[in-house]
């Protein structure tokens, strides 16, 4: 016990002694050390290059009662960064590998892992954390927790947050030597979805250079992606996660690729096209993973002010960092009180209002639109899931949005797989 008691004296330090540098809401005790390894309970979601770094540094900061959520399995080419993996490892699941090094090597320590998606999760689940750290290479995962998130939140009669309901976000990222680290505070700061601006749309090439004049490997790939796949394996949802499904895409890039006489298809870049992998640099992934736990120990013991609420890293020449700080948007899909105009003609039909829907500024996947009738009743008018619902709404996308009933000034409430909860519009004339 001894030793073990040696290995937290800085979190003493810290925590049981004032400082000149903590805000005034500060009060050092034992009672904070004591949460900090007993009680505070934190869901880290993703055990990649960046998450090996998270579960490392929060393990050593003292938090013991964690959870992680990865539905991915450890491959070969993992083994350079992500180092709480090893050989004798591939093949299994990021998420109980990570958890099984970390309490072996951290005593005290209690990880328990989550081989899962997390849509997954109900509310229920993520309601019993006191945060949650993302070290996603997803935006449609960041954008669905954040939702999450957001759905949690409760507000007072006069329609103030309810402080006690806001579970804070810390959300890290990494794109080669460039990275970044944010605190959300669902309700009260800008969520994720005020910000999608700060990510960019995939990179598309035109179908004329896929089908005729391919002259990159990634034209290949993305040939097999969007041609082939549908051909050939309709009714099969591709997914970037299943290694029968890459390698499948990788053979018929390989194929295509020696047809044209081009180099360099391989089943990582496969990969990276089919997920939109950026190439994992280690030491941005240590820079981020350690700023992303320093929030967290600041937020769960108060010894210091949080970021507010944006800090960015480059070290691609030198070191440079900033912290900026963004604002609520006021026409935020996911945390606006009000829902969100769209402006739209009502003869357009309802195939056309989800292309519209699923381009900038709204970006949703999959869109599926239901609304309420003047006497208060649901009405679906298309959900893309399950397939009985949608063969049954599969007559609507051809009509018009006045023939289907809409008018100006109606809102509709919009389902996505982007989203953990129906999103609001509000039709509007253009």
Known sequence: MAALSEMWQDNDRLLMRPSPLAPPTFTPCKELVDFLHDDCRVLVIGAGGLGCELLKDLALAGFRQIEVIDMD????????RQFLFRSKDIGRDKATVAAEFINKRVAGCNVVPHFKKIQEFDASFYRKFHMVICGLDSVKARRWINSMLVSLVQYDADGSV?????????DGGTEGFLGNCRVILPGVSPCVECTLYLFPPQKTFPMCTLASTPRLPEHCIEYAKVVLWPRERKDDKLDGDNPDHVSWLYQQASERAKEFGIQGVTYRLTQGVVKNIIPNVASTSAVIAAACANEAFKLASSCCSSLSNYFLFNDLDGVAVSVQEFCKSEECLVCATAPIECPCSLDMSLTQLREHLADAPFRMEAPGI???????KNKTLYLPAPPALEKAT???LDASLSDLGLEYGQVLYVTAETAAMPLRIQLQSP
């Open 73 to 80: 399995t450890i491959d070969l080419s993992n083994l350079n």
């Open 162 to 170: 309810k402080q006690e309901t806001v579970i804070p976000l810390i």
């Open 370 to 376: 239901t609304t309420r009738t003047a006497e208060g």
């Open 394 to 396: 599969r007559k609507n």
